[in-house]
Protein backbone atom coordinates (compact mmCIF):
# COMPACT_ATOMS: atom_id res chain seq x y z
CA UNK A 1 0.00 0.00 0.00
CA UNK A 2 1.55 3.23 -1.31
CA UNK A 3 1.03 6.89 0.50
CA UNK A 4 -2.24 7.48 2.17
CA UNK A 5 -3.75 4.34 1.11
CA UNK A 6 -3.74 4.74 -1.96
CA UNK A 7 -3.01 1.36 -4.12
CA UNK A 8 0.46 2.01 -6.02
CA UNK A 9 0.79 0.79 -9.30
CA UNK A 10 3.71 -1.86 -10.35
CA UNK A 11 4.98 -1.15 -13.94
CA UNK A 12 5.92 -4.86 -14.95
CA UNK A 13 9.22 -5.29 -17.08
CA UNK A 14 8.63 -6.81 -20.19
CA UNK A 15 10.69 -9.96 -21.09
CA UNK A 16 13.20 -9.78 -23.68
CA UNK A 17 12.43 -12.60 -27.02
CA UNK A 18 15.50 -15.10 -25.12
CA UNK A 19 13.83 -14.77 -21.89
CA UNK A 20 10.36 -15.37 -23.24
CA UNK A 21 11.91 -18.21 -25.00
CA UNK A 22 13.32 -19.98 -21.21
CA UNK A 23 16.54 -21.47 -23.73
CA UNK A 24 19.10 -19.17 -22.57
CA UNK A 25 17.39 -19.31 -18.74
CA UNK A 26 17.61 -23.00 -18.60
CA UNK A 27 21.04 -22.55 -19.92
CA UNK A 28 21.81 -20.66 -17.05
CA UNK A 29 20.27 -22.63 -14.16
CA UNK A 30 21.99 -25.56 -15.14
CA UNK A 31 25.11 -23.23 -15.28
CA UNK A 32 24.97 -22.63 -11.66
CA UNK A 33 23.63 -25.94 -10.70
CA UNK A 34 26.78 -27.40 -12.59
CA UNK A 35 28.82 -25.17 -10.65
CA UNK A 36 27.76 -25.94 -7.16
CA UNK A 37 27.91 -29.76 -8.32
CA UNK A 38 31.93 -29.12 -9.33
CA UNK A 39 32.83 -27.36 -6.24
CA UNK A 40 31.29 -29.14 -4.05
CA UNK A 41 32.91 -32.23 -5.66
CA UNK A 42 36.49 -30.50 -5.15
CA UNK A 43 35.89 -29.51 -1.77
CA UNK A 44 33.85 -32.39 0.02
CA UNK A 45 34.74 -30.86 3.25
CA UNK A 46 33.48 -27.30 2.77
CA UNK A 47 30.15 -28.61 1.62
CA UNK A 48 27.08 -26.52 3.54
CA UNK A 49 25.31 -29.92 4.41
CA UNK A 50 26.01 -32.81 6.79
CA UNK A 51 26.05 -36.49 6.93
CA UNK A 52 22.98 -36.50 8.73
CA UNK A 53 22.28 -38.76 11.14
CA UNK A 54 25.63 -39.46 11.52
CA UNK A 55 27.08 -35.97 11.57
CA UNK A 56 24.79 -33.13 13.43
CA UNK A 57 25.40 -29.71 13.52
CA UNK A 58 26.21 -27.42 16.47
CA UNK A 59 24.06 -25.12 17.82
CA UNK A 60 24.41 -21.57 19.64
CA UNK A 61 24.00 -22.09 23.11
CA UNK A 62 20.75 -19.61 22.37
CA UNK A 63 19.21 -22.39 20.82
CA UNK A 64 15.59 -23.32 21.92
CA UNK A 65 15.72 -27.19 22.34
CA UNK A 66 12.88 -29.23 23.70
CA UNK A 67 11.91 -28.24 27.68
CA UNK A 68 12.77 -29.17 30.57
CA UNK A 69 11.33 -28.99 34.03
CA UNK A 70 13.97 -28.54 36.74
CA UNK A 71 14.32 -30.30 40.10
CA UNK A 72 14.85 -29.41 44.04
CA UNK A 73 17.54 -30.70 45.84
CA UNK A 74 15.48 -33.62 46.73
CA UNK A 75 14.49 -34.79 43.52
CA UNK A 76 10.97 -32.40 43.24
CA UNK A 77 9.89 -30.28 40.50
CA UNK A 78 10.76 -26.61 41.49
CA UNK A 79 7.90 -25.15 39.52
CA UNK A 80 5.38 -23.39 42.39
CA UNK A 81 2.36 -24.06 39.81
CA UNK A 82 2.35 -19.86 39.51
CA UNK A 83 0.55 -20.87 35.67
CA UNK A 84 2.72 -17.82 34.65
CA UNK A 85 4.25 -20.39 32.16
CA UNK A 86 0.66 -21.26 30.38
CA UNK A 87 -0.35 -17.65 30.80
CA UNK A 88 2.51 -16.03 28.65
CA UNK A 89 2.06 -19.49 26.44
CA UNK A 90 0.99 -17.77 22.73
CA UNK A 91 -0.34 -21.13 21.56
CA UNK A 92 -1.90 -21.83 24.88
CA UNK A 93 -0.09 -24.91 24.77
CA UNK A 94 0.69 -26.05 28.54
CA UNK A 95 -1.66 -27.15 30.78
CA UNK A 96 -1.00 -27.05 34.66
CA UNK A 97 -2.97 -28.70 37.71
CA UNK A 98 -2.42 -26.89 40.92
CA UNK A 99 -1.83 -28.87 44.37
CA UNK A 100 -1.09 -27.45 47.93
CA UNK A 101 2.55 -28.48 48.38
CA UNK A 102 3.09 -30.16 52.36
CA UNK A 103 5.90 -28.18 53.16
CA UNK A 104 4.44 -24.96 54.28
CA UNK A 105 7.15 -23.00 52.93
CA UNK A 106 6.18 -23.68 49.53
CA UNK A 107 2.46 -23.00 48.57
CA UNK A 108 1.50 -25.29 45.70
CA UNK A 109 3.12 -28.06 43.63
CA UNK A 110 2.21 -29.18 39.58
CA UNK A 111 0.35 -32.04 40.16
CA UNK A 112 0.20 -32.74 37.00
CA UNK A 113 1.99 -30.31 34.19
CA UNK A 114 1.91 -31.21 30.11
CA UNK A 115 3.32 -29.52 27.08
CA UNK A 116 1.48 -30.50 23.63
CA UNK A 117 4.68 -30.36 21.52
CA UNK A 118 2.80 -29.94 18.57
CA UNK A 119 1.47 -26.93 19.15
CA UNK A 120 4.08 -25.09 20.54
CA UNK A 121 6.49 -22.48 18.71
CA UNK A 122 9.63 -22.60 20.53
CA UNK A 123 9.14 -19.17 21.68
CA UNK A 124 10.67 -19.46 24.40
CA UNK A 125 8.24 -17.01 26.65
CA UNK A 126 7.30 -19.78 29.04
CA UNK A 127 11.07 -20.36 30.00
CA UNK A 128 11.61 -16.52 30.28
CA UNK A 129 8.27 -15.72 32.60
CA UNK A 130 8.95 -18.30 35.36
CA UNK A 131 9.74 -16.60 38.18
CA UNK A 132 11.61 -19.68 39.60
CA UNK A 133 13.65 -20.80 36.67
CA UNK A 134 11.65 -24.28 36.85
CA UNK A 135 11.33 -24.54 33.07
CA UNK A 136 14.25 -24.16 30.41
CA UNK A 137 14.54 -24.89 27.00
CA UNK A 138 18.36 -25.46 26.94
CA UNK A 139 18.47 -29.52 26.20
CA UNK A 140 19.35 -28.73 22.92
CA UNK A 141 16.91 -31.25 21.48
CA UNK A 142 15.73 -30.84 18.02
CA UNK A 143 14.51 -34.25 17.22
CA UNK A 144 11.30 -34.41 18.17
CA UNK A 145 9.51 -37.63 16.63
CA UNK A 146 6.50 -39.83 17.43
CA UNK A 147 4.46 -42.16 15.10
CA UNK A 148 0.81 -40.92 16.98
CA UNK A 149 -0.27 -37.54 18.33
CA UNK A 150 -0.85 -38.51 21.66
CA UNK A 151 3.04 -38.76 22.07
CA UNK A 152 3.47 -35.36 21.76
CA UNK A 153 1.55 -34.32 25.15
CA UNK A 154 4.24 -34.39 27.25
CA UNK A 155 4.25 -34.69 31.14
CA UNK A 156 5.86 -33.78 34.44
CA UNK A 157 7.69 -36.89 34.70
CA UNK A 158 8.55 -36.45 31.23
CA UNK A 159 9.95 -33.20 31.43
CA UNK A 160 11.77 -33.84 35.15
CA UNK A 161 13.73 -36.57 33.18
CA UNK A 162 16.54 -34.29 31.59
CA UNK A 163 18.54 -37.43 29.95
CA UNK A 164 15.77 -38.70 27.43
CA UNK A 165 16.93 -38.56 23.58
CA UNK A 166 14.29 -36.96 20.77
CA UNK A 167 12.20 -39.92 21.19
CA UNK A 168 9.16 -39.33 22.49
S1 LIG B 1 8.00 -22.08 23.96
FE1 LIG B 1 6.34 -20.60 23.62
S2 LIG B 1 4.74 -21.78 22.63
FE2 LIG B 1 6.13 -23.26 23.52
S3 LIG B 1 5.31 -23.74 25.53
FE3 LIG B 1 6.76 -22.06 25.81
S4 LIG B 1 5.53 -20.19 25.67
FE4 LIG B 1 4.31 -21.86 24.81
S1 LIG C 1 6.11 -20.18 35.40
FE1 LIG C 1 7.60 -21.59 36.29
S2 LIG C 1 6.91 -21.87 38.42
FE2 LIG C 1 5.22 -20.95 37.30
S3 LIG C 1 3.98 -22.70 36.61
FE3 LIG C 1 5.39 -22.24 34.94
S4 LIG C 1 7.18 -23.55 35.30
FE4 LIG C 1 5.98 -23.50 37.19
Redesign the pocket.
Known amino acids: MSYKGLPEVVTRRRRSFWESAYFVEICKGLFVTGRHLVRNLLHTGEMPTVQYPEKRREYGPRFRGRHR ?1 MKRADGS ?10 TVCPADC ?1 T ?1 VAGEHPDPAIEKF ?1 KT ?1 TIDLLRCVYCGL ?1 EE ?7 RMDTGIYEIAADNRESFVVDKEFLLDNDKDGTL
Open positions: LPRCVACMMCSIIPFCACPCDAI
